[in-house]
């Protein structure tokens, strides 16, 4: 789903078909940013590439005429849309029904309420923004004149010259993120619950990379790719603590990130989108509560003390607070048992006071 960032401006993921009539289509990191007038993608979120990364493609807002629903013209591309520029149709796919709705509703405002510019002016303004680039690094970028209208992309040569290896490895990366994103994985025990793509942070080098995340009754694991076979690495759920939205994601300049506490380690994770983030936090946080059981999760016990129940007058009951901690559970049962005790031998007296612990 798109979502606004930082810089207030709307982001996601969209497949696109770059060469025209190929019928190919390749998962992108798009960006709109209607003070810059530009729509931008990259092969994925600049915040995960290496410094200096250049974008894939760009083009001007005001080139952009119409942006309706495709389906009807590629039946076999689901959640298509096309975005009319100049001579030339671009085509893209979103993740789902809503994801298109919302990309043509948002990409239509956008080119309503941009200003067009003078035609004079558009030359010197093009020369200025590719002057600006040059001055921040230099890169060579092929501008091809499509139906009178400029399309600018990075050329394969500076992509070698200006990254070498790196590429090569970014390229290998993001071929595996071309394919579906959600396609689960089902291992031979149990059933897949949620699985999907997510960037998380490095334990030492601290740094991000993106990886194959897979949740089921008893785990969350991740892997390099949905193609491989074996885990990076398995986190059990009851060693899970908690998974909650990251209060640290202003000073980590992460969107969408959230967190899982384990005893040994706390583990960063981005999603690409708010939904997303939030439909991960729900499906694990269901995971470990399904796992111990209705009202035993370790991090959410209490105790109430009933008095009035039968000639014992004790009961024990559960119950949730993510806010009690498993210490108060010991605690509330070194007060409760001997109080209990003292009910039952002598059920005619009459105990101090009543005790709650919450």
């Known amino acids: 789903m798109p979502y606004v960032d930082r810089q207030n401006r709307i982001c996601g993921f969209l497949d696109i078909e770059e060469n025209e009539n190929s019928g190919k289509f390749l998962r992108r990191y798009f960006i709109l940013d209607t003070r810059e007038d530009s729509f931008v993608w990259y ?11 250049s974008r894939v493609g760009a083009i001007k807002l005001t080139y952009i005429s119409k942006v309706s629903d495709a389906t009807k013209l590629r039946p076999k591309a689901e959640f298509c849309f096309v975005m009319n520029a100049g001579m030339r149709k671009y085509f893209l796919q979103a993740n789902d029904q809503q994801d298109l709705v919302e990309w043509v509703n948002v990409l239509n405002k956008a080119i309503k309420i941009t200003v067009p510019k003078q035609s004079d002016s558009q030359p010197a303004s093009d ?3 590719r002057q600006g680039d040059c001055g921040k690094k230099q890169v ?10 400029p399309i600018i992309t990075p050329t394969q040569k500076e992509e ?5 290896e790196i590429v090569d490895r970014n390229n290998l990366k993001r071929s595996q993120s071309h394919l579906p994103y959600f396609t689960p994985k089902p291992p031979p025990d149990s059933a897949v619950i949620k699985a999907g793509y997510c960037v998380k942070q490095g334990a030492v080098m601290k740094n991000w990379k993106r990886r194959y995340f897979q949740l089921d009754e008893n785990t969350i694991g ?29 000073i980590m300049m992460r969107d969408n990130l959230f967190e899982i506490v384990t005893t040994s ?9 708010p939904e997303e983030m939030h439909s991960w936090i729900k499906a694990v946080s269901g995971a470990i509560v399904a796992q111990r059981g209705p009202g035993r999760s370790a991090s959410s016990v209490g105790f109430l003390l009933f008095r009035e129940i039968g000639s014992f007058g004790v009961a024990f009951f559960l119950y949730s607070n993510t806010s009690v901690s498993f210490f108060v559970e010991i605690i509330c049962m070194l007060i409760f048992i001997p109080i209990g005790l003292a009910k039952i031998m002598h059920p005619n007296s009459e105990l101090p006071c009543s005790v709650t612990c919450t």
Do not use: W
Request: contains cysteine; hydrophobic residues 25%; glycine residues 6%.
């Open 43 to 53: 092969m994925d979120n600049p915040q995960n590439l290496p410094s200096g990364s």
């Open 160 to 164: 070698v010259n200006e990254c070498g």
């Open 265 to 273: 380690r706390t583990f960063y994770v981005q999603a690409d989108s």
């Open 127 to 129: 020369s200025l923004s």
């Open 222 to 250: 991740y892997f390099k790719s949905e193609l491989e076979k074996e885990p990076l690495r398995v986190i059990p759920l009851k060693e899970v603590h908690k998974v909650q939205e990251c209060k640290q994601s202003d």
């Open 140 to 149: 060579s970028y092929r501008t091809d004149i499509v139906g009178g209208v």
